[in-house]
């Protein structure tokens, strides 16, 4: 097993751990992609999805408000190469996304009035970093409460 993929699997069990303290319920069938789905879309894209989206679509693809309550999570079923680039959240002035989908554990960039800006983190990383701080942040949850967002 190499490093890199050690360090993926930490961050999904530290995942895991956040997720576990901070919802009410723990993750069911509904908040999972189904490997059909994933196979299927895929084959739709014509090309493979790297294994950190694969394993992160499989634990909670279906949980939109963890990635963000302001930003969208693009949907599976929505995923589409935008000039080589997969969009995975859509914000309102920018975009987060993967180039490289033959990497494990590809490199995010930020695209922003039609540039295309490296992030400096892993999907992996940028994931869980993302899902902590949605469920961890509480000003985040004060401020969407404030313009009238919270779910």
Partial sequence: MTDQRRAMLRRWLSLSAVLERNIGAPLGPADRVSPADLVATMGRLECPLPAALCEFLLIAGRRADLVGR????????????????????????????????????????????????????????????????TLENPIAGLMDLARGTEN
């Fill in 70 to 133: 302001r930003d969208r999570w693009v949907p599976v079923e929505e995923l589409s190469l935008e000039d080589g680039l997969l969009v995975l959240v859509r914000g309102d002035t920018a975009d987060w996304g993967i180039q490289d989908l033959n990497d494990d554990d590809p490199p995010v960039v930020l695209w922003s009035e039609g540039a295309i800006r490296p992030v400096g983190v892993s999907l992996s990383e940028f994931l869980t970093d993302r899902v902590r701080t």
